[in-house]
């Protein structure tokens, strides 16, 4: 196993369905009979096991076009050198046995699961037995949520001595709460961290990078060509930095909270998910990878907007008598994107120095006011064998808005007598209620129909 990510979304009632991503390489072991190895708990209480339900095994190595693809047969051990992506996902029904005893409990209610081994070509000392877990910080008897979830494939791939800037891309979609990102230790069991053993080399900082003299971790500067140290954006999830170890193979684990105002307006850690992956480090002297720059936004009034970006992909121009190479195509697509969300390619130039794509990225008014407003790009390019791939977050600030989560921390009472009139609505909408509303609010985010 080289990896996994673990997040949970809300079906019904006292129902979820959790997913289980797990990342293997395909030069060690096939990865079979993973159900023993889940379960959820109530942390110093009961357990239960989860009954995992295999979804699909895709093959995700990004290889250029007329190049082998690795991995093949599927799930089999020494098939090459990429990654395969196996998601098994599980129903939790709190409302039923086993679940049930675990909603009374009073703590954090953990998803979890573990395997042996690591992959043995980590080249920092990180091995033993595999974890991974998902938290909620709230009873599900009360509380309905959606915890982030990962958009971008954890294939950490960076050019030996390239700045390379990767989004870690954890989105909320679907209840728009606030998140934030930080190193966190590997693990061999809850609470057990996994040492490194090499050299400089720690969970904030899992592989060697570039430090100019006079500089040393943990400073880091993500703006200078090449990047200073390693940044990791907290609001963003942007990771920046510059390797400069060939062939150096770590562990890197982002854990990943999710905040909500409480009902009296201070923010609330309600969930945690965790992304662990595998960084590799490559030498990669006849390409460069792309940069994605997006125009300096700052903050915005709320309603409809664009931001633009340019990606740059600039070609290595190799010693006579060697031939130039032909400049990159690019494919660009949004990390965590919606309806709300919409991407658009102004032009393109393909000249001898490189390729250059210019576009934007429109948002509506609903997305304006509604959660971290960060847009995340992808970036690839056509590098032989392998694909470089680059992400990047931008994040937009609205002052003028008035947040309030549609589901706040603690239990919500059901608002009756409400009506709506006229139906259907053109210009004005009405509503009225029974008896009058104390110390709350009433707060359209979504009208259909």
Not at 333 to 338: E, I, R, T
Request: glycine share 8%; charged share 15%; with cysteine.
């Amino acid at each position: 196993m080289m990896g996994s990510d673990i997040f949970y979304k809300h079906i019904s009632g006292m129902q979820y369905e959790m997913t289980f991503k797990i990342y293997r390489d395909c030069n060690g072991i096939a990865l079979l009979n993973l159900g023993p190895n889940a379960k959820v708990e109530c942390v110093g209480g009961s357990s239960a096991p989860l009954n995992l339900t295999l979804q699909s095994i895709t093959n995700v190595t990004p290889v250029c076009i007329g190049a082998p693809l690795p991995c093949n047969p599927q799930n089999t051990a020494q098939t090459g050198n990429g990654v395969e992506e196996h998601v098994y996902t599980a129903i939790v029904d709190f409302g039923v046995a086993p679940y049930n005893s675990l909603v009374s409990c009073g703590n954090d209610i953990v998803f979890s699961i573990g395997r042996c081994c690591r992959n043995s070509a980590i080249t920092t000392g990180v091995a033993g037995s595999f974890y991974s877990e998902a938290v909620m910080k709230f009873n599900p008897g009360s509380i309905v949520n959606n915890s982030p979830a990962f958009d971008a494939t954890p294939i950490f791939r960076s050019s030996l001595n390239q700045t390379s800037t990767f989004a870690l891309g954890a989105v909320d979609t679907l209840d728009h709460d606030s998140i934030s990102f930080s190193f966190d230790n590997p693990q061999s069991n809850r609470g057990i961290s996994t040492p490194y053993n090499a050299t400089n080399i720690s969970s904030n900082h899992p592989f060697d990078a570039f430090y100019p003299a006079g500089t040393s971790a943990p400073f880091s500067d993500p703006d200078t060509i090449p990047a200073v140290g390693i940044f990791l954006d907290a609001k963003s999830g942007n990771l920046v930095a510059t390797s400069t170890s060939s062939n150096q193979v770590t562990v890197m684990t982002i854990l990943v909270k999710e905040w909500r105002k409480d009902r009296f307006g201070v923010y609330q850690n309600i969930s945690e998910v965790r992304r662990e992956a595998q960084f590799f480090v490559s030498n990669t002297q006849s390409n460069e990878v792309p940069r994605i720059n997006f125009e300096s936004v700052g903050s915005r009034t709320k309603g409809n907007d664009c931001v633009e970006f340019q990606v740059v992909d600039n070609v290595v121009i190799p010693p006579p008598p060697t031939p130039i190479p032909n400049p990159d195509t690019l494919k660009l697509k949004l990390l965590g994107s919606n309806s709300h969300l919409q991407l658009t390619i102004d032009s393109s130039k393909y000249l001898a120095s490189g390729t250059t794509v210019y576009g934007k990225v429109c948002y509506d008014s609903l997305w304006s006011v509604n959660g971290d407003n960060t847009i995340y790009l992808s970036a690839q390019d056509n590098a032989c064998p392998m694909n470089a791939i680059v992400s990047k977050g931008i994040t937009i600030d609205f002052p003028d808005r008035v947040f309030q989560s549609t589901a706040g921390v603690g239990p919500i009472p059901k608002l009756s007598g409400v009506k709506m009139y006229p139906n259907p609505a053109s210009e004005r909408l009405n509503l009225t209620r029974d008896q009058p509303l104390k110390n709350g609010k009433i707060e359209i985010v979504n009208l259909t129909g």
